[in-house]
C-alpha cells in the first residue's frame, strides 16, 4: 500500500471510530442481511464482538506501515477464524459489508479514492487471513 492510501485509511477511521458502536451495529446488521446463514457462527455479545471487530481494524489502519508487526497478528486471526466456521467465500461478503459501513459513516468523505484504499486494505487482511487459514504463511508476504 502506498503512504497516500495508508494516511487515506487512517483518517477515514478516525471519523468512523467516534461513531464506533454505530458503525459495528451497522455492520453486522448489513452483514446478516447479505448472508442470513452467517448469523448462527456468531455465538457472543454482538455489541463486545463489536467492540474487538472496532479494536482489531484500529490496529490494522495504526501498523498498515509496518507489515512485519501487522501481518503475524492478522495471520493468528486467520488461523482462529477456521475455529470460527468461517470459509474462504464468507471474506467477499464480510468486505462488501465493511465497505458499505464505511460509506454509511463516512458521507461525502467516501470519496472514490477512499473506497479504493480501504479496498486494498481490506483485501490485505482478507488474503493474509485466508492464505493463514491454509497453512500458506509463505503466500502473505
Ligand atoms: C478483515 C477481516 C476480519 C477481521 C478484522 C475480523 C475480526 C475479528 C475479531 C477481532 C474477532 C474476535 C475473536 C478473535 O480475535 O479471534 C472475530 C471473531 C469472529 N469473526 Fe471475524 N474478522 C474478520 C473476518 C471475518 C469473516 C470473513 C467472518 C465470516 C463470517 C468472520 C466471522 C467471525 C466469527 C464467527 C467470530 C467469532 C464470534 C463468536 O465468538 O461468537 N470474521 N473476528
Do not use: N
Amino acid at each position: 500500500m502506498t503512504p497516500a492510501e495508508i494516511t487515506l485509511v487512517r483518517d477515514s477511521f478516525q471519523k468512523v471510530a467516534l461513531i464506533a458502536p454505530q458503525a459495528a451495529a451497522l455492520f453486522y446488521g448489513r452483514l446478516f442481511e447479505l448472508d442470513p446463514s452467517l448469523r448462527p457462527l456468531f455465538t457472543g455479545d454482538m455489541t463486545e464482538q463489536g467492540k474487538k471487530l472496532m479494536a482489531t481494524l484500529a490496529l490494522a489502519t495504526a501498523t498498515l506501515d509496518r507489515p512485519d508487526q501487522l501481518l503475524p497478528v492478522v495471520r493468528q486471526l486467520g488461523v482462529r477464524h477456521v475455529a470460527y466456521g468461517v470459509r474462504d467465500e464468507h471474506y467477499a461478503t464480510v468486505g462488501a459489508a465493511l465497505l458499505w459501513t464505511l460509506e454509511q459513516g463516512l458521507g461525502a468523505d467516501f470519496t472514490p479514492a477512499v473506497r479504493a484504499a480501504w479496498t486494498a486494505t481490506y483485501t490485505l487482511l482478507a488474503d493474509t487471513m485466508i492464505a493463514a487459514a491454509h497453512h500458506r504463511p509463505e503466500a502473505v508476504k
